[in-house]
């Protein structure tokens, strides 16, 4: 069923998580059980990252190299097709522009298409690993923008090259919105100009990027909503519950972690003391964020998912 039915039909906020697909050489049991610790709190849907490949060049002697390309995370397809499989739960793989052509685009979605996946997350994705900047493929898109369109055209059995009674895809468009902007965004008003031509393209709602506090969430969607964007928007939830993640989380996704936290976990005494702290931090933010009447809560889980079971409870107990 497609994610926008889904919110449309919910009683009450949905619960939503997002996996990454484990290495390669490390086995799925450890993301199945992840994946069980959050099973008590029924979440909707669950998305799975997709990640570049790294490309390395190895020298093979008289002044030439071989491309050799490392998937380093592989198998976002096989990880949505064994969750679907295992839970029955509508489960949405990210697609993203880098290192794909528009025509291999286009194969992608087919096989998306012939194994069943109705929504798809659409990404214009984070540089190659070892890159500072995105580069696209030559003939690939610039912008989840142009992906979302390309999508779009297949919903309307519009193909690369036109195609006799060509079968319409139908597919429920997902994309990412940045309440503090994208770090390559010169404002907020500029890359929310850009997340309106995202939904202009044919996205059906919005997921965003890691947020730390309510109200400048609820101004985001404020501001949104006030140049045309009516889809739903659902926040993106990241409990922090260690001093590491107080460097890490900033760095990776360019957002502000507020000072209570920080101080509280700086403080703590113990492993434990820092992880009640992020677990009670991230449970009042939910609450404060369910009084804005969201669609739902999105959790990022990274291949873990007790920090959020944990916040799940709590919400639960009250
Ligand atoms: P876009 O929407 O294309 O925007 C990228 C930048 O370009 C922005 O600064 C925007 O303002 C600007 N821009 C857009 N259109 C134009 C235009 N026409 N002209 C000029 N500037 C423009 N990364 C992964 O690699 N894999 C994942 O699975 C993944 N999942 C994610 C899930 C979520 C919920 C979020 C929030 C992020 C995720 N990311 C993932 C990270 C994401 O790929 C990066 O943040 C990336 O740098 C931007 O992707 P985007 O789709 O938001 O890009």
Redesign the pocket.
Known sequence: MHITELIARRKQPLVSI?I?PPEKGRSISELFSSVDQLLPFQPTFI??????QRIVYEDVGAGLTKKIPRRKNPG?VGICAAIANRYKIETVP?I???GFSRYETEDALIDLQYLGFTNL???????APGFKE?IPEPDGH?????LAGQIAAMNCGRYLEALDNAVSTDFCI?????PE?????PNLA??L???K??VDAGADYI????VFAARPFREFVDRARAIGIKVPIIP?IKPVTNAKQLVSIPRE??VDLPEELVSRITRASTPADSARAGVEFTTRLCRDLLKQDVPGL?F?TMGKGRATAEVLKAMNDE
């Open positions: 997002e990454t998305t799975v990252t997709y990640h570049q976002t990210h993203i522009c880098g997350f659409v990404l214009r994705g984070d540089p995105f610039r912008f989840a923008s142009e997902g994309v990412a919105g940045y902007k994208h770090y390559e965004a500029d890359d100009r850009h997340l031509e995202k997921i965003t990027q890691m993106g996704f360019h999105h990022y």
